[in-house]
């Protein structure tokens, strides 16, 4: 079954702080897989797209990971902002279908 | 990216009304537009998929008699929930791509209440 699995389900970080988000996958065949961050009651907004061939891939405080042999990836924030709470959720491509993970909720606190 | 409106954000009916949401992609042709619903803390759930000009296809257990879908021009595409009852609230998001094998760029989304 395809399935994508994100950890944690929530965190509370402090201002300032790094953090990193995990996705595991059993998506097969892989097209490929973004990152989205959804802000409350809005749509998802793309962050990074990674392929097969991709290790690591950067966008701003946001750097994401693939390791298609084990099917993970991780999303890390650097220097978190207030800003940055929101839910990130990991979507990987089979084909043509999307498969979207639960998300992880991120709150920054002062 | 390219950027996809919906109107209205948020709508509140009254059980057995019906209600139509708009999805539009403003800077491109969107030949395939998508409708995904997402209860609280749950992902995008794909409802179906509509190709310019054609019949839209259904995800299994949603029911196409009440969930109508018209995507008639390249630009727009409509989803009209009929007869909404309470358990239909939910935050209703669009995506338009240039075709299948395409970036799927998201809506802001809709939030319906049906009281």
């Known amino acids: 079954k395809n399935q994508v699995e994100q950890s944690p389900q929530s965190l509370i970080i402090l201002e300032g702080k790094n953090c990193t988000l995990q996705c595991n996958y059993t998506v097969s065949p892989f097209s490929n897989l973004r990152w989205y961050k959804q802000d409350t009651g809005r749509g998802p907004v793309s962050l990074t797209i990674m392929t097969f061939s991709e290790n690591t891939k950067s966008n701003g405080r946001y750097t994401a990971t693939l390791d298609a042999d084990t099917k993970q990836s991780s999303l890390h924030i650097t220097a978190s902002q207030l800003s940055d709470s929101a839910s990130y959720i990991c979507?990987?491509?089979?084909?043509?279908?999307?498969?979207f993970g639960k998300g992880t909720s991120l709150l920054v606190t002062p | 990216g390219a950027v996809v409106s919906q109107h209205p954000s948020r709508v509140i009916c009254k059980s057995g009304t019906s209600v139509k949401i708009e999805c539009r992609s403003l800077d491109f042709q969107a030949t395939t537009m998508f409708w995904y619903r997402q209860f609280p803390k749950q992902s995008l759930m794909l409802m179906a998929t509509?190709?310019?000009?054609?019949?839209?296809?259904?995800e299994q257990g949603v029911e196409k008699d009440k969930f109508l879908i018209n995507h008639a021009s390249l630009t727009l595409s409509t989803l009209t929930v009929t007869s909404a009852h309470p358990e239909d609230s939910s935050f209703y998001i669009c995506?338009?791509?240039?075709?299948?094998?395409?970036?799927?760029?998201f809506g802001p989304g809709t939030r319906l209440t049906v009281l």
């Open positions: 509509s190709n310019e000009g054609s019949k839209a296809t259904y």
């Open positions: 979507v990987v491509r089979r084909e043509y279908a999307l498969n």
């Open positions: 995506s338009a791509s240039a075709g299948l094998a395409y970036e799927q760029f």
